[in-house]
């Protein structure tokens, strides 16, 4: 629908909700393999996704907020798209495609938030199991990695200005490159041959370990850091 507004809609196998042209969704309920289509400045908040096979997908000028991704269920967000304060738990897959965008992102609980070639996600909070993967050309900013989060870093995927710590783990992998990375408090930042980081900052009991040609620069290293 477009400039009209649906609130407590339930959409289950087989149906699509589909907002756009200034069209609003709010707390729609995707189950079983329902789908949400936001684009051409459609907008969703409060999105429920559960049971296999439901979909959300954002692109083109679409927006969504506060979306609840779990149980195998899937978002993903392309070209034009953009998520903000988004949840992704209990096996529940986000992906952001070129030109897409994620911001203030929470994944936890085993859910996994991939960022493919062109695609960004900033502020995300990865712990108790959570992951982020920036693969090839996808990158990360001001993410915060804590109580058993993983994030990795793949051959040409950039990470920036994250914090690492209490049980959190970030492994850069080879080709992979991570800048003004802060270690502390039992964080630990893994850096792979052939895996560049620059400007890490290690402190309070962060771990820094370095393989056999990974490339380490301007590293500091005080009040207990190693």
Same mark, same amino acid.
């Given at each position: 629908f477009g400039g009209g507004v649906a609130s407590f809609t339930t959409v289950s196998s087989g149906g699509s909700q589909d907002v756009l042209q200034s069209g609003v969704a709010s707390f729609t309920t995707l189950s079983n393999g329902g789908q949400q289509l936001v684009f051409l400045g459609g907008s969703a908040a409060g999105t429920v996704e559960?049971?296999?096979?439901? /979909? @959300?997908?954002?692109?083109d000028g679409g927006a969504v907020t506060a979306t609840q991704v779990s149980a195998g269920t /899937? @978002?993903?967000?392309g070209s034009g798209g953009a998520g903000s304060f988004d949840t992704v738990s209990f096996s529940g897959n986000l992906y952001v495609s070129s030109g897409g965008q994620a911001s203030d992102t929470t994944v936890d609980g085993g859910g996994t938030l991939t960022v493919l070639t062109g695609g960004a996600a900033d502020s995300t909070v990865i712990s108790n199991g959570g992951q982020l993967i920036l693969s090839s050309g996808g990158s990360g900013s001001f993410d915060t990695v804590s109580n058993g989060g993983n994030v990795t870093v793949s051959s040409g995927g950039v990470t920036s200005d994250a914090t690492i710590s209490a049980g959190g783990?970030?492994?850069?992998?080879?080709g992979g490159v991570a800048d003004l990375t802060t270690i502390r408090n039992g964080g630990q930042l893994?850096?792979?041959s052939g895996g560049?980081?620059?400007f890490s900052t290690v402190s309070n009991g962060g771990q820094f370990a370095?393989?056999?040609g990974g490339d380490a620069t301007s590293t500091t290293v005080k009040n207990g850091g190693e």
């Amino acid at each position: 629908f477009g400039g009209g507004v649906a609130s407590f809609t339930t959409v289950s196998s087989g149906g699509s909700q589909d907002v756009l042209q200034s069209g609003v969704a709010s707390f729609t309920t995707l189950s079983n393999g329902g789908q949400q289509l936001v684009f051409l400045g459609g907008s969703a908040a409060g999105t429920v996704e559960f049971g296999p096979g439901s /979909l @959300e997908f954002v692109f083109d000028g679409g927006a969504v907020t506060a979306t609840q991704v779990s149980a195998g269920t /899937l @978002e993903i967000i392309g070209s034009g798209g953009a998520g903000s304060f988004d949840t992704v738990s209990f096996s529940g897959n986000l992906y952001v495609s070129s030109g897409g965008q994620a911001s203030d992102t929470t994944v936890d609980g085993g859910g996994t938030l991939t960022v493919l070639t062109g695609g960004a996600a900033d502020s995300t909070v990865i712990s108790n199991g959570g992951q982020l993967i920036l693969s090839s050309g996808g990158s990360g900013s001001f993410d915060t990695v804590s109580n058993g989060g993983n994030v990795t870093v793949s051959s040409g995927g950039v990470t920036s200005d994250a914090t690492i710590s209490a049980g959190g783990t970030e492994t850069v992998l080879t080709g992979g490159v991570a800048d003004l990375t802060t270690i502390r408090n039992g964080g630990q930042l893994i850096l792979s041959s052939g895996g560049s980081a620059s400007f890490s900052t290690v402190s309070n009991g962060g771990q820094f370990a370095v393989s056999n040609g990974g490339d380490a620069t301007s590293t500091t290293v005080k009040n207990g850091g190693e």
